[in-house]
């Protein structure tokens, strides 16, 4: 029996991907309605049947390129079987704060009476007054449901599980917690949490935890997966705007400079804005040295346009300073040389409209081979003009398996390029890209 401790870690953007975290669309996207999207940060009500079949067509496209995908209701199925592991969820998720006095006891007896699958359901898609029968809730439940309604919740669904990329993120060979901007994100990181403490495929797990600890009021300081990119040479670069603030990425490249994990913190600071409330919404890796942006992100005085600041380490002190130029000349300056892809062919109009849609929203499955959205037409043709073969599914498969015999690193050491452009006409209604779906929990440099 080998007591080997299996390495987790994500050492670039770019590099082979190996191990996945995502979460499929499932009961939190029903109770979606047009009354509670905007509190629950959805845009619209989704078509769940479909989302569900993208998604599953996502994930598939996924495990033909031998990305080992961990799907999270399973995992937390795995770990709610175990006894310690849900009383540790439980004594953290069902609190008089998050139920109310009278229900705590009841909402947390009634879930340990259901099998594991069904904890796991309701753990991410929410508690109704209607789910909890009146054998467990009795007239506190009736009192419940006559005074704020049937259909009002108990907890909350947490829709936006969907984007696994946000709750935690692997910087090299660690792992953070990440204390969410919006309170109604914050249990999801409790749950990814949970995971990596009980769950047999990290309990034997060799990786550093950075930043963030669920049990701990993180007050301003907020941390968001969606900002954070390692992206090699000693690097990880990190958005600072709408959700990622200024107190959490100094304690975090505080914490990496201390383990030297890291040798510089490259930080954009983005307009404080839902079009652009992460760092991969308008800038993400497709190869080594290219990335999609979204244009007013390099422009001088746009009001999109990012100030970069570096954080690097000198003896004990941390210095602090701004950099020259823009994002990509940045990166250059740091040993990263970098061309940009204009988002909408740069055209202002087909900028804006293919952002909001997740054009600039793309996730590498290794070097020059990415997953994209369709809809984005504009982006796609300036994706071929760079040398990228813009292909569906179906087509890309074909060709892996006739010029590549099917082997992924045959592909990689081939040069030869794809943009694989999924339909995903339900999952952008959420605001999330093929980037924003996937948590790599491996990826090589």
């Given at each position: 029996?080998?007591?080997?401790?299996?390495?987790?870690g994500?050492?670039?953007?770019?590099?082979k991907?190996?191990?996945?975290?995502?979460?499929?669309?499932?009961?939190?996207?029903?109770?979606?309605?047009?009354?509670?999207?905007?509190?629950?940060?959805?845009?619209?009500?989704l078509?769940?049947?479909?989302?569900?079949?993208?998604?599953?067509?996502?994930?598939?496209k996924?495990?033909?390129?031998?990305?080992?995908?961990?799907?999270?209701?399973?995992?937390?199925?795995?770990?709610v079987?175990?006894?310690?592991?849900?009383?540790?969820i439980l004594?953290?998720?069902i609190?008089?704060?998050?139920?109310?006095?009278?229900?705590?006891?009841?909402?947390?007896?009634?879930?340990?009476?259901?099998?594991p699958r069904?904890?796991?359901?309701?753990?991410?898609?929410?508690?109704?007054?209607?789910?909890?029968?009146?054998?467990?809730?009795?007239k506190?439940i009736?009192?419940?449901?006559d005074f704020?309604?049937?259909?009002?919740?108990?907890?909350?669904?947490?829709?936006?599980?969907q984007?696994?990329?946000?709750?935690?993120?692997?910087?090299?060979?660690?792992?953070?917690?990440?204390?969410?901007?919006?309170p109604?994100?914050?249990?999801?990181?409790?749950?990814?949490?949970?995971?990596?403490?009980?769950?047999?495929?990290?309990?034997?797990?060799?990786?550093?935890?950075?930043y963030g600890?669920?049990?701990?009021?993180?007050?301003?300081?907020t941390l968001?997966?969606?900002?954070?990119?390692?992206?090699?040479?000693?690097?990880?670069?990190?958005?600072?705007?709408?959700?990622?603030?200024?107190?959490?990425?100094?304690?975090?490249a505080?914490?990496?400079?201390?383990?030297?994990?890291?040798?510089?913190v490259?930080?954009?600071?983005?307009?404080?804005?839902?079009?652009?409330?992460?760092?991969?919404?308008?800038?993400?890796?497709?190869?080594r040295?290219?990335?999609?942006?979204?244009p007013?992100?390099?422009?001088?005085?746009?009001?999109?346009?990012?100030?970069?600041?570096?954080?690097?380490?000198?003896?004990?002190?941390?210095v602090?300073?701004?950099?020259?130029?823009?994002?990509?000349?940045?990166?250059?300056?740091?040993?990263?040389?970098?061309?940009?892809?204009?988002?909408?062919?740069?055209?202002?109009?087909?900028?804006?409209r293919?952002?909001?849609?997740?054009?600039?929203n793309?996730?590498?499955?290794?070097p020059?081979?990415?997953?994209?959205?369709?809809?984005?037409?504009?982006?796609?043709?300036?994706?071929?003009?760079?040398?990228?073969?813009?292909?569906?599914?179906?087509?890309?498969?074909?060709e892996?398996?006739?010029?590549?015999?099917?082997d992924?690193?045959?592909?990689?050491?081939?040069?030869?390029?794809?943009?694989?452009?999924?339909?995903?006409?339900?999952?952008?209604r959420?605001?999330?890209?093929?980037?924003?779906?996937?948590?790599?929990?491996?990826?090589?440099?």
């Amino acid at each position: 029996m080998t007591t080997e401790k299996v390495k987790y870690g994500v050492h670039s953007e770019a590099g082979k991907l190996r191990k996945v975290m995502v979460c499929s669309p499932g009961l939190a996207h029903q109770r979606l309605t047009p009354n509670n999207c905007d509190e629950l940060l959805f845009d619209d009500v989704l078509w769940v049947a479909q989302a569900k079949r993208d998604h599953f067509d996502f994930v598939t496209k996924m495990r033909e390129r031998d990305i080992d995908v961990l799907e999270m209701h399973n995992l937390l199925t795995d770990i709610v079987a175990i006894p310690e592991a849900l009383d540790w969820i439980l004594q953290r998720k069902i609190t008089a704060n998050q139920v109310g006095l009278g229900l705590v006891n009841e909402v947390s007896s009634w879930l340990r009476s259901l099998e594991p699958r069904k904890v796991a359901e309701f753990l991410i898609g929410g508690v109704s007054a209607d789910d909890l029968p009146d054998s467990f809730g009795g007239k506190t439940i009736e009192m419940f449901r006559d005074f704020l309604g049937h259909s009002s919740f108990i907890l909350p669904p947490l829709p936006n599980t969907q984007f696994t990329r946000d709750t935690t993120c692997w910087i090299y060979g660690g792992v953070t917690l990440n204390p969410m901007y919006w309170p109604a994100r914050r249990q999801e990181t409790l749950l990814a949490s949970a995971i990596y403490k009980f769950h047999p495929e990290f309990t034997n797990a060799d990786f550093q935890v950075w930043y963030g600890d669920p049990d701990q009021e993180h007050g301003n300081a907020t941390l968001e997966g969606g900002d954070v990119m390692p992206i090699g040479n000693g690097v990880v670069l990190i958005g600072m705007g709408e959700r990622s603030s200024r107190q959490a990425i100094g304690q975090l490249a505080l914490n990496l400079f201390k383990h030297k994990a890291v040798e510089r913190v490259i930080v954009a600071g983005l307009p404080k804005s839902r079009a652009a409330m992460h760092l991969d919404t308008v800038f993400t890796l497709v190869d080594r040295n290219q990335a999609v942006v979204f244009p007013p992100l390099l422009e001088p005085g746009a009001k999109e346009e990012a100030h970069v600041i570096r954080l690097r380490r000198e003896g004990e002190a941390t210095v602090v300073e701004a950099m020259d130029g823009d994002l990509l000349a940045a990166l250059t300056v740091e040993g990263i040389p970098m061309e940009g892809i204009p988002c909408g062919g740069g055209h202002p109009v087909h900028a804006r409209r293919e952002q909001w849609t997740d054009g600039a929203n793309y996730v590498a499955l290794g070097p020059g081979v990415v997953i994209g959205y369709a809809r984005n037409t504009h982006t796609a043709r300036e994706m071929s003009s760079h040398g990228f073969r813009v292909v569906a599914p179906r087509a890309f498969l074909s060709e892996l398996e006739r010029d590549f015999h099917g082997d992924p690193d045959a592909l990689f050491a081939s040069g030869r390029r794809y943009a694989i452009h999924l339909e995903g006409s339900e999952l952008c209604r959420g605001r999330g890209g093929p980037r924003c779906l996937t948590l790599p929990l491996r990826r090589d440099a």
